[in-house]
């Protein structure tokens, strides 16, 4: 009922383009995939794009929350340390309490600094770029107080396995990452949280009128950004059996960059999941693509930073034109 | 008595340094558009913010239907059915039209998860009764103002509001749209709704309101039927006032002619505007809010990019200037807005009387600060301006010290023709009469000084001559004997009311 009033105006064709207009991640993410396949004869095969997916998800679970902030029109510069902390304690907490308990330590402690984050942005009315930014350096520092300078050990290292199940190509990991976006699109699109996000970072003067609690909104958002990073920080422990207390070092750009290539708006009020999906893959795609093609690293970070300003000069471009 | 659905009685609400609400009462019944009139800064909408539970009142109380009532914010006011349309929308773009008519009163269950075919289903029940057949689904962003207006409309059947304030709600709209808005409040007020009409838009008051009242400094001037009064009534109530202070007037010995506008025009705010203006005059510029007058001043200047008309400066023509060729000719304009215009509120009064001039104080790109300094100290003490230093943030300054920084700035750049928009709107007595003798003082040395002003004696008391605005054009001129209160409410008025007519 509702496609049909819809299309009152707009024809079939229409309503595609304005679709890839606001989402045109997925366009540029099918052109990177036709030149690399084209250029490398590894590209396309399942293996890789099995690893692709896997690679992925690690930003990929950052971006999920980053999505949420930056709707909510904040930043959280913190979540790679947040992940480093997580994954410190939940391998440095084995020895005293096992496992499971320690994971769940990590994620909690994940939790509690967003929780931190999110409260220090609502109640201070500081930008949340200078409170995250100083988490950023604390929480980093605590890791190397925590973990004595050095990368710590699993004691068992049945712990690596854990995360070793594969459906096809794709791994827990990756399964993980689709899961979380597609329950968080879900947020966005279906309950009043959601509303709240798209309100807050749209217009906080209406959002605050119609007597929405932003304080309490933004403190939400900012948590579970915490504590998906926590997540990321414990799939990474598993996955490397050690916890390394540079681990995630500059991953908040990456994320920042997957989050914004994506098309969700650094000044709120605009972005969906799948967009930062299609933003997270174009990013493990053109990493992984450009490995394949033996890129020295430094012409890498030259391409990608090249890509970054491309896509939002695109992004600009094209928005403008929606919106006339 | 019984039949008023919303009594205000005794609310004062005081500002640091104004009293914005002073013993306010009046009362809405059902069923009738009551407009709120008064000049800016007369209390409109510090009271209907109050009304919407976005200022709570010093003092007073609100009687909502029979009962007293505390709003505790805006979407508390909502709920119990007092609702306000902003004039600048309160909506999210990027949401939709049933999401914004619910904005953060979503329809959910128990876990938060939105019943969206229910929320559907009651916008589009809502804005069917406004008579708007638009799509609840579409993105607001995509619509027209007139259109995201009735997006809020639609608030008061979702809510069923029995009192619905509407600030200047035709500022952006066409003819055609209004009418469909004029429509939409009968509507409503068929049903019984008490509407409240804030508009400086004198035609539409009469065309659509049941009574009116009068705001002026705070207080009420009193309410009238509209049926039985007309609008020199009600000009005189908004801006009568006794002539309370006492004004110097330069002696008029007047020079060569320093400036001459021919036939200017700015499509859809003044047309056809000509004057002139010599050194050592002072030309009052007269008007309601909405005349044009801040927009003619501002296209003299270059601010404002001009359709049509000629500019003459010291008897040659020159193309349409920008700002940056109307200061190098010799032209200073003191904008309305200090705040937003005026003044860099975070530097101190030294950087913000340089900061239009810096090559007169800089050799070679680097600044002279001594310069700066004795620049300072000679308009500190010419305008005996209360600061503590140089380097005091203006932003710590009263209105009426920061006022005179700005005329400072603009001064020690030696100007021949000075523009001064609401040289004294907000500030205090005092500093007042020190702008008023400044005028004087500065047409004595032979600047030529054009005053804009809302506030009729100022006007009278410092000019020479004054121009009166109304609606876009220049109604009419009073020179000498001519200049009198009822001359000039006469003329705005009555131009007025022909174009109501």
């Known amino acids: 009922m509702s496609l049909a009033t819809n299309n009152q105006a707009a024809t079939p064709l229409q309503s595609v383009l304005g679709w890839l207009l606001r989402n045109h991640i997925w366009v540029f993410l099918a052109l990177t995939v036709i030149v690399f396949s084209v250029s490398s004869p590894y590209f396309l095969t399942v293996n890789n794009i099995g690893n692709i997916l896997t690679q992925g998800a690690f930003i990929g679970i950052l971006a999920i929350g980053m999505t949420l902030v930056m709707i909510d029109g904040e930043i959280d510069l913190s979540v790679g340390a947040v992940l480093a902390l997580a994954s410190a304690l939940a391998i440095g907490l084995q020895d005293h309490m096992g496992v499971w308990p320690a994971v769940f330590l990590g994620l909690m402690s994940g939790a509690a600094l967003g929780f931190v984050n999110g409260t220090l942005v609502a109640l201070s009315g500081m930008h949340s770029f200078i409170v995250t930014l100083g988490g950023l350096i604390g929480i980093r520092g605590l890791v190397f107080v925590y973990s004595g300078e050095n990368a710590l050990m699993v004691p068992d290292f049945s712990y690596t396995e854990i995360p070793e199940i594969y459906f096809g190509p794709i791994s827990l990991t990756a399964i993980l990452f689709f899961a979380l976006a597609l329950f968080f699109q879900w947020v966005l699109s279906s309950t009043r949280h959601g509303r709240e996000t798209y309100a807050v970072g749209d217009n906080i003067e209406a959002a605050h009128d119609a007597g929405i609690n932003v304080k309490r909104h933004k403190i939400i958002n900012f948590t579970i950004c915490g504590t998906l990073a926590a997540v990321c920080g414990i799939l990474l422990s598993m996955r490397l059996g050690t916890a390394e207390p540079n681990a995630g070092k500059i991953w908040e750009l990456w994320t920042i960059i997957a989050v914004v290539l994506g098309g969700t708006r650094l000044q709120g009020g605009f972005g969906s999941m799948w967009m930062t999906i299609g933003g997270v893959l174009t990013l493990a795609v053109l990493r992984n693509g450009l490995r394949l093609l033996n890129t020295p690293n430094y012409v890498e970070l030259m391409v990608m930073g090249g890509v970054l300003i491309m896509a939002l000069v695109l992004d600009k471009l094209l928005n403008h034109k929606g919106d006339t | ?501």
């Not at chain 2, 709003?71 to 914004?100: C, F, M, T, W, Y």
């Not at chain 2, 510029?285 to 990019?305: I, M, N, P």
């Open chain 2, 1 to 501: 008595m019984d039949d008023v659905i919303l009594r205000v009685e005794g609310i004062t609400k005081t500002f640091p340094g104004v009293k914005a609400l002073d013993n306010v009462s009046f009362d809405i019944r059902p069923g009738e558009v009551h407009a709120l009139v008064g000049e800016s800064g007369a209390g409109k909408s510090t009271l209907m913010k109050a009304l919407a539970g976005l200022h709570k009142p010093d003092s007073g109380q609100i009687i909502y239907q029979g009962a007293p009532t505390e709003v505790a914010g805006p979407l508390d006011a909502r709920q119990k059915g007092i609702l306000l349309i902003h004039q600048e929308l309160s909506l999210s773009p990027e949401l939709s039209v049933a999401e914004n008519i619910y904005l953060g009163a979503w329809p959910t269950n128990r876990f938060g998860v939105l019943k969206k075919r229910e929320l559907r289903r009651n916008a589009s029940a809502a804005l069917e009764a406004l008579g708007c057949g638009f799509d609840p689904d579409v993105r607001v962003g995509t619509l027209s103002v007139a259109m995201q207006q009735m997006v809020e409309i639609a608030r008061a059947e979702a809510f069923n509001a029995n009192v619905v304030i509407f600030d200047e709600p035709t500022a952006s709209l066409t003819d055609t749209e209004k009418d469909q808005l004029f429509h939409t409040i009968r509507g409503l007020k068929a049903r019984g709704v008490g509407i409240v009409y804030i508009s400086h838009k004198m035609d539409e008051i009469f065309d659509i309101t049941d009574r009116i009242t009068v705001l002026r400094d705070g207080q009420v001037q009193g309410t009238v039927d509209t049926a039985e009064t007309d609008l020199n009534q009600v000009t005189r109530m908004m801006i009568g006032r006794t002539l309370d202070s006492y004004f110097v007037k330069a002696k008029p010995e007047f020079g060569e002619e320093v400036l001459r506008v021919e036939g200017l025009s700015n499509q859809g705010l003044f047309s056809d505007v000509s004057f002139s203006i010599r050194e050592g005059e002072v030309l009052g510029l007269y008007g309601l809010v909405g005349a044009g007058r801040s927009e003619v001043v501002e296209t003299v200047f270059g601010v404002r990019k001009a359709d049509g008309g000629k500019i003459f400066w010291k008897s040659g023509e020159i193309d349409l200037p920008t700002p940056r060729q109307s200061i190098d000719m010799g032209m200073a304009l003191v904008p309305e807005s200090r705040k937003e215009q005026g003044l860099v509120l975070m530097m101190g009064g030294r950087e913000n009387t340089s900061l239009p001039h810096l090559d007169l104080f800089s050799d070679r790109s680097v600044m002279n600060r001594s310069k700066e300094l004795t620049t300072f100290d000679k308009y500190r003490s010419a305008l005996s301006i209360k600061t503590t230093g140089p380097d005091q943030a203006v932003s710590q300054l009263s209105g009426g010290n920061q006022q005179k920084f700005v005329l400072a700035k603009w001064l020690c750049a030696d100007p021949k023709l000075i523009i001064l928009d609401e040289p004294t709107r907000g500030i205090d007595v005092g500093s007042k009469s020190a702008i008023h003798e400044l005028i004087a003082d500065l047409a004595e040395q032979g600047l030529a000084v054009i005053v804009i002003s809302s506030e009729m004696p100022e006007v009278l008391g410092v000019s020479h001559r004054v121009l009166a605005m109304s609606e876009g054009a220049v109604v009419a001129e009073f020179e000498g004997d001519d200049m009198t209160e009822e001359n000039l409410i006469d003329a705005v008025s009555h131009h007025r009311g022909e174009a109501a007519a």
